[in-house]
C-alpha cells in the first residue's frame, strides 16, 4: 500500500525531539540519546515506540511527575562482569544508554557481561539497546518489565507486563538477525497505533474480565487501565494453540527484570497508588552482552550466522506467498524505503509535534501544516 502521510526528515524531526525534550528539563546531551532512540524504531518501521509516543509516554509523564527529566543513575553493586543500577525514576532510555555502555566494554574485556536496572521508567525499543551491542560484533539480549497487561494462560486479570525478550546477533550481512517482540501477541504501543489510526485490534488478543474478547481499540485501552480486561500471551487464550508459551516467556521476563535488580514487579508498576493518584512506575530491565570471540571467533559466527539465515530465506515457499524472511530483515528494508525521505507522522502525531512546539514556543514549521 502507497504511503499517504507526509514525511519528516530526519534531521527535523531530531532537532525537534531534543529541543522538546530539553525544553521539559532533560539535559541536551540525555535528550539526544532519547530521540535517537526514537528515531531507531521510526527507522525500523516500528512506529509503536517511534515519534509518536515521545508526547504521550514521555512529556507527559515528565508533566505528570512520573517520570523525572533529569536521569540520576547509581551504581549500587558492581563485579568485573555485572552491574546493578538504580535509575532512580529518570529517563529509562538515558539509564539504558549508560549500562550498555558499560557492558560492552566490560563483554569486550571478560566476554560477558551482565546488568539489570532497577526504579527505572520506559526505555523505549528493546532492540535498541541489543543493536549497541551486535553494532560492536557482540550478542546482545534484553527484556524489561512494565505495566500489567498479560493475562496468565486460564486467568483473565492482567497481571504481567508485555514483556519483551529481545536478541540481536551479528551476521556477516547488512543486518543482524534482531528478534524483538512482546510476549504478548500485540503490545499496547500498537494497540495505541490502531487507536490512533481508528484500526480495530485483531480478534483473539484481548480477553475480558468475563472471558469475551474485544477488538474496539480505543476501549480496549480503557480496559486495560480499569483492569477490565487483559492481552492474551503469544500462543493466544487458553492451551489449544500454546499461549503457555508466551506466558512462560512474558514470566520469565517478569522475574530477571525484578530479581536481578532486587526492583518491583506486576502490580507494583502500574503507575498508580492506591489512592488513584498517579506514582513512579519502578520498571525493571535487564541486559546480557556476549562477545563472539571467547567463543570460536566473531567471523566464524558471522559466517554461521549468515548462512542460517540465507538457507531459512531460500526454503520452500507456501502457496501464495512471496518469499520468506529472518528477523531484522524487514526492519532493514523498512530503513532503505525512508533513509532519504524521513518519518512518516499521521495526523495524531502532527498534532502533538504542533501541540508541543507552541507550548514551548520552540521555532519550527513543518510542510504538513
Given at each position: ?288 552482552v556476549v562477545d563472539p570471540e571467547a567463543f ?37 528494508l523498512a530503513w532503505l524505503d525512508r533513509k ?30
Amino acid at each position: 500500500m502507497a504511503e499517504t502521510r507526509p514525511y519528516v526528515s530526519w534531521d527535523l524531526i531530531r532537532s525537534f525531539m531534543i529541543d522538546a525534550f530539553a525544553g521539559y528539563g532533560v539535559p541536551r546531551e540525555d535528550a539526544a540519546i532519547c530521540a535517537d532512540v526514537l528515531m531507531e524504531s521510526d527507522r525500523r518501521g516500528i512506529e509503536s515506540h517511534g515519534c509518536n509516543r515521545f508526547k504521550p509516554i514521555y512529556l507527559d509523564r515528565i508533566e505528570k511527575g512520573t517520570l523525572l527529566p533529569v536521569t540520576n543513575t547509581e551504581i549500587i553493586k558492581e563485579t568485573p562482569t555485572t552491574v546493578v543500577m538504580d535509575a532512580h525514576d529518570g529517563m529509562g532510555m538515558v539509564a539504558s544508554y549508560r549500562m550498555m555502555k558499560m557492558l560492552i566494554e566490560k563483554a569486550k574485556q571478560y566476554g560477558m557481561a551482565g546488568g539489570a536496572i532497577k526504579n527505572s521508567t520506559h526505555y523505549g525499543i528493546a532492540g535498541y539497546w541489543t543493536g549497541m551491542a551486535s553494532n560492536e560484533g557482540l550478542i546482545g539480549v534484553t527484556g524489561t518489565n512494565a505495566r500489567p497487561s498479560i493475562a496468565p494462560t486460564f486467568g483473565v486479570e492482567n497481571m504481567m507486563g508485555t514483556n519483551p525478550f529481545t536478541f540481536s546477533l551479528p551476521t556477516d550481512e547488512e543486518f543482524p538477525f534482531c528478534l524483538d517482540c512482546a510476549t504478548s501477541i500485540v503490545q499496547r504501543g500498537r494497540i495505541e497505533y490502531y487507536a490512533r489510526e481508528g484500526k480495530e485490534t485483531p480478534a483473539g488478543t484481548v480477553i475480558k474480565n468475563d472471558g469475551s474478547t474485544m477488538t474496539d481499540s480505543a476501549e480496549i485501552l480503557k480496559a486495560l487501565v480499569d483492569g477490565s480486561a487483559a492481552l492474551a500471551p503469544l500462543g493466544g487464550i487458553g492451551e489449544a494453540t500454546a499461549g503457555y508459551k508466551g506466558y512462560g516467556y512474558a514470566a520469565i521476563v517478569e522475574i530477571l527484570s525484578a530479581a536481578l535488580s532486587g526492583g518491583q514487579f506486576m502490580k507494583s508498576l502500574t503507575g498508580v497508588a492506591p489512592d488513584g493518584s498517579p506514582q513512579m512506575y519502578h520498571l525493571g530491565h535487564f541486559f546480557f552482552v556476549v562477545d563472539p570471540e571467547a567463543f570460536m571467533g566473531l567471523e566464524t559466527f558471522k559466517k554461521t550466522a549468515g548462512d542460517i539465515c540465507r538457507a531459512l530465506r531460500s526454503s520452500k515457499i507456501a502457496p501464495g506467498e512471496s518469499r520468506i524472511y529472518t528477523a531484522g530483515e524487514k526492519e532493514y528494508l523498512a530503513w532503505l524505503d525512508r533513509k532519504d525521505k524521513g518519518v512518516p507522522v499521521n495526523k495524531g502525531v502532527q498534532q502533538d509535534i504542533i501541540t508541543v512546539r507552541d507550548k514551548l514556543g520552540l521555532d519550527y514549521h513543518f510542510d504538513f501544516e
